[in-house]
């Protein structure tokens, strides 16, 4: 019990960063922060909010920051609407339907339903659709290919099928949505149509809509397919910020763009499809729980899809909210979540934004009380997070060298609910994020969130990762990949960054749908804010230590210590690919995959590959025990903040909070020199999911041997010049 | 290709148990064998066997053991009907129905469809049901228990969920279907529901029959319910032939006659029974694929449920066929499968049953043309298997002393198809078995069986069982547990057993239903019988080989390494359960349970356990090591055979058949004296699953620790026994 002791006993309690002296002070307004905090507040700032549909380009969604920004000036904010202009496309024709004699178009309509105030504003509801797939009017057969993800593929070719010409059907899940029509494109197929399997999201889950939370059998999951791993951000101004008179692409030259037309249907309108499929049934695990058997295809009659979209430019409102340091105004706390959503967005991104608006009425309470905090305050809304990021990255894009200079770090939340916190970010936050969740109290269990989250993960683990965890509470922030605002912040500019929320009992089968609504999510996502209030806790906190800290609170040997196990994996990898690749070589040569095969169904074998070779890693296993030792070596004097004088601590709180800038390369990732950040990266095939020393990993990953071993050399120069950070961060406490 | 080599070049084959010049001849025999085996003559015989229902009691079933006894009578054996009268009860009435305001009345009917010809018999057919269900009219609400098995019991009392009074559903799998019933009796639920979910066994499986070979809507699995893991057969007379004047039990005695009603549905049946259950939605796990949600229950409607049956007395008709052995006509080497069937029983159990009549037909041929094999070869078709493996188990039970003196094994074969050998069966017979899989060809492929079932295995296996079983053709036995014949024969009276068939790519889903046809086998089982051939391949050569050897084949070095194998299987399940019982208690102890709990849904926590005591095994650990000692110097002697006199040799090969008698304990197993093995048992709440060691694993399972360290005294001394045996052998051949 001795979390409780320390929330309770606040005259003991140490705070990283801060003195002694300074601790008992903070800890004594974040007592008066949290009382503060009034759930009634979000309840009615999310039933504003989510009145209306608030996508980018609609009424609503400009009324909404006003009021956000109306909110930010009434508490004492410095607050301004920065406006950038984007591409960003709307259906026009929406046509999917299957042709021959049975034929069957979909309905691609979400009916409102009972209970639902909101679910019925037809006229103001954008439609399904994917946004930045292409125009697009064709006719073929159409083919199941799993999660469309390219192992899919690989199954595919075993089983002789080719989707070259042909239209696609893939399931939601295994990938961000927008890999699905990448890879199939770059297979030759004209055409994609992403659905919710109920064995994922649906009556399999439990209850649908409104009966319970789950997706009800038309809903349909909107949401983008631009290639945001190449670049996210306005398609046609990567790199530079979308103010009016930005120069820009022609739209036949933003890469980003979907090349083929991609449309998402709920699992009503997948059915007559899906049956209309011959062919092989597939492989066991591609199975759904529609009550069909699944086959492969191609269908026995052809599909027609045809889209054609409103490719207009519409304005961006980014609310922008900043409350002055008063001893370091150019060193930038930023804490952001988006406004804008699909439909009505309750859950997301409502959810975390009324929580975000929370702390700034919080913040802004203590200040009339006298707090003071040290650094800048930077609240933002964002719009455009759901097409693209784009009100994130225009403005970060717009701000990047000012940025450079000024940000300490950004705080990201987006869609919260009833449960656990979860948290991924840069690591030098890691130790500074666990004292904080080891204070906030879980709402519906008395216990701290940490606490909490630590009941739940040895619960949930099995008998061997029992062992490992038992008694062990701390936890390990996971790495960022991407999916919200934070991507620009850090992958771009090198800002350390997290992004935290609650979870994993507010059940949800709405997602990107009209059913995201204020009445879903007072239901079954966070039913009285509870979990509302424990984030503007958690995150209120992360700000203002941040914010009001002496010495800023990095840990560079956890950092290293994390990065020294992604080499391990890596090298793992590497050893893993080359074991799996002889042994397969092998059973091809010995002929066992045609010997082993029914020969009554299609299944070849796979083609031998070309051995792994071993790859020189000693740059970077130098380069890694150099940071070594230079972490160890900063732990060492760390304790000497309080001799240096102001200039010389400032000095170093600038080199603590830039060292993350000396991460990025300037000429990028390969394949997207957008992304320069070398530990974290979105996977150029998994969308959200982080791939961490991304240079290295991905080129295995893509037997790409040449590359890897040029990326090891990028990656252990990158670490070198980090070490150098580290150092002389040491050197100023010497 | 070392295995083509073998069969090819024939002269430098060595045979186990056969002198150079004895296995070049049997080399020969073995081939003119092959060139005998015809598979028209399967085709017609499944055709005349399959063309009415057979179940015991049949017209048809008095028929084909008729027909099968006329064509041993043919072939030139000592042919016999063997008959019993046992206690077979059939419906008079089966009512299901959901009360209420939406009632529905279970149609418990499966359809003649288009293509089969035999799927429309009616008035033949036996109905849908568990055969020695209890009697019973009972009306009470529904609650869905997943397999019915003893961990989802824990589950369901997380869930505050109590089957006492309640009718419960189970889905068929995770355990032989007695199991269910038996398990829901023993929570005091009063009727059972087995039904097959399409997950398992239905169209996610693929295509229904008859578009393809899967489970319709309406296909029901029957089955018996008779608590055969505590004894099978005639629940009448256990341990004792059901000879006409046998003594019997009254019917209210007979403990293995299910205590509660039960019924198997279809999944057509199941779905609105289904809907109609509210309460909580099931664990993930629990999930089927009907298009529903699945819910616990209580039902929101009862159910009623009435069940009568016909309590007759039925004969079985057992047909016995003996071929005498020119040297030792008192060594027997049996070889049986059954012949009755549920309904037309095409594959289960018609497919072995026309190889194992063609293996009898080759046979007799050779014996035209002048093979006289040493040991007598008893073929046995056996009736009543599928109630309660009655035939077989009231046969065995009638000559138990003369099998104890003169069995030297028993091979089984059931239900065979198109794919690879899999093969189960006493570990003394695994050399030998694998020295036979080494010259069987593969009908579809060209290259040997057990080729094909290492290149299955290793495609099939993940990358580290793939480094492990590299190269490593060798098939090692799974144990026996239950489930076909050899039951009586291997764990009543201990005789070496083999069951052997092939499978994996004969895809069915119509397994105890009226579907299970000749129509369907000859589309989906075994097009053309080409498997059915090479079963009789593989099984002739094994009774040709036992019957043929100079000395028997037996190795008791490889039955040590498996036996020590179990041994670690049953001290590491000690350990593991000890380390699962004490972070589990020290979860409890520390509320991990509750604060992980979604406190909107009810999970209770567990209850503590008792801690798990050390036992002690050394008592076993030195019977192991002098098994050991003892095998390794009779593997160094066994090189002697030709130097013994036929008087020594025969006193050799008695002492090698009857070391499996010393395996037993004539007091059995704790709660089921009538299994006497102490190494394979099925499992009392698996009912097939084997068992090994069952007297100690079943009791660390029941947390029984004091029967545990009993068993492992008991099984130490039975090391013991046999150990004095394996020296016997060894001081004859010095």
Not at 530 to 552: P, S
């Given at each position: ?16 960063g801060?003195s ?28 504003y ?51 021959g ?161 991609v449309?998402p ?125 784009l ?10 060298q ?24 840069s ?22 969130i ?32 991407s999916?919200s ?39 079954f ?28 609170p ?74 070594k030792?230079a ?53 150029l ?10 240079g ?30 580290v ?8």
């Amino acid at each position: 019990m001795v979390f409780l002791l320390f929330s309770s006993s606040l005259h003991a309690q140490k705070i990283m960063g801060f003195s002694d002296e300074n601790a008992v002070k903070q800890a004594d307004w974040e007592k008066q922060y949290d009382a503060q905090l009034n759930a009634k507040d979000l309840d009615s700032w999310m039933q504003y909010l989510t009145s209306h549909p608030h996508h980018v380009g609609s009424v609503q969604d400009k009324a909404n920051a006003e009021y956000i920004a109306e909110l930010f000036k009434q508490w004492g904010y410095q607050t301004q609407i920065d406006s950038y202009t984007v591409l960003f496309p709307s259906p026009k024709t929406r046509i999917l339907e299957l042709l021959g004699a049975n034929p069957f178009k979909a309905k691609l309509e979400e009916p409102a339903v009972n209970g639902d105030k909101t679910s019925g504003q037809k006229s103001e509801q954008l439609p399904s659709y994917n946004a930045y797939s292409a125009d697009g009017d064709v006719t073929a057969e159409l083919v199941f290919v799993n999660h469309g993800i390219p192992t899919d593929y690989e199954e595919l070719e075993r089983m002789n099928i080719d989707v070259k010409g042909k239209i696609v059907i893939a399931k939601y899940g295994g990938s961000w949505r927008g890999i699905k029509p990448k890879v199939a494109a770059e297979h030759g197929a004209i055409g994609c149509i992403i659905y919710s399997d109920p064995a994922d999201d649906g009556y399999t889950q439990g209850d649908t809509y409104p009966n319970g939370p789950f997706r009800p059998k038309e809903g349909v999951q909107r949401g983008s397919v631009l290639d945001m791993p190449t670049y996210p951000g306005d398609p046609l101004t990567p790199g530079v910020g979308a103010t009016k008179d930005a120069k820009r692409l022609d739209r036949k030259d933003a890469v980003t763009i979907m090349k083929i037309p991609v449309l998402p249907i709920s699992y009503e309108d997948a059915l007559p499809l899906l049956k209309s499929l011959g062919g092989q049934t597939v492989p066991a695990s591609w199975r759904g729980t529609l009550p069909i058997t699944y086959h492969l295809g191609p269908s026995r009659e052809k599909v027609h899809l045809k889209l054609v979209f409103n490719w207009d430019m519409k304005p961006l409102y980014d609310v922008i909210a900043k409350l002055t340091g008063s001893e370091f105004p150019d060193e930038w706390i930023l804490r952001g979540n988006h406004h804008d959503a699909w439909v009505n967005g309750a859950e997301d991104p409502t959810s975390g934004l009324v929580a975000e608006l929370e702390e700034a009425k919080s913040v802004s309470e203590l200040i009339r009380k006298g707090y003071h905090p040290k650094r800048t305050i930077v609240f933002c809304a964002w719009d455009g997070e759901e097409p693209a990021l784009l009100g994130s990255t225009e403005w970060v894009e717009d701000h990047e060298q000012e940025l450079k200079k000024k940000a300490v770090a950004y705080i990201n939340t987006d869609a919260n609910g009833r449960g656990f916190i979860t948290a991924e970010g840069s690591h030098t936050l890691e130790a500074f994020f666990n004292e904080i969740t080891n204070v906030v109290i879980d709402p519906q269990t008395g216990v701290t969130i940490k606490e909490r989250r630590y009941a739940k993960s040895l619960v949930d683990a099995d008998k061997d990762t029992r062992i490992k965890l038992m008694d062990n509470k701390y936890q390990k922030l996971e790495a960022l990949g991407s999916g919200s605002d934070f991507t620009p912040f850090l992958q771009h500019v090198g800002i350390a960054s997290i992004n935290i929320g609650f979870g994993g009992e507010a059940e949800a089968g709405v997602y990107h749908s009209v059913y995201d609504s204020y009445d879903h999510y007072t239901r079954f996502g966070d039913p009285g804010f509870q979990y509302g209030i424990a984030l503007a806790m958690t995150a209120g906190r992360i700000t203002m230590r941040l914010a009001g800290a002496d010495e800023l609170p990095f840990n560079f040997h956890i950092f290293y210590k994390t990065v020294s196990d992604y080499v391990i994996e890596v090298k793992t990898l590497l050893d893993n690919e080359r074991t799996k690749t002889d042994i397969e070589n092998q059973m091809i040569k010995d002929n066992l995959y045609n010997l082993s095969k029914d020969p009554k169904k299609i299944y070849l074998s796979p083609a031998a590959k070309e051995p792994v070779p071993y790859l020189n890693f000693s740059e970077l296993d130098n380069a890694m025990e150099q940071l070594k030792t230079a972490t160890e070596d900063f732990q060492k004097v760390n304790v000497n903040y309080s001799k240096l004088t102001k200039a010389k601590g400032q000095q170093l709180n600038e080199i603590l909070y830039r060292a993350e800038r000396s991460l990025l390369q300037e000429k990028g990732l390969p394949r997207r020199s957008w992304y320069k950040h070398q530990i974290y990266a979105p996977g150029l095939y998994t969308g959200y999911g982080v791939k961490t020393l991304p240079g290295i990993r991905e080129a295995i990953e893509l037997r790409n041997w040449n590359e890897a071993q040029e990326n090891i050399k990028i990656i252990a120069q990158t670490i070198v010049t980090y070490t150098n950070q580290v150092k002389q961060a040491t050197n100023l406490l010497l």
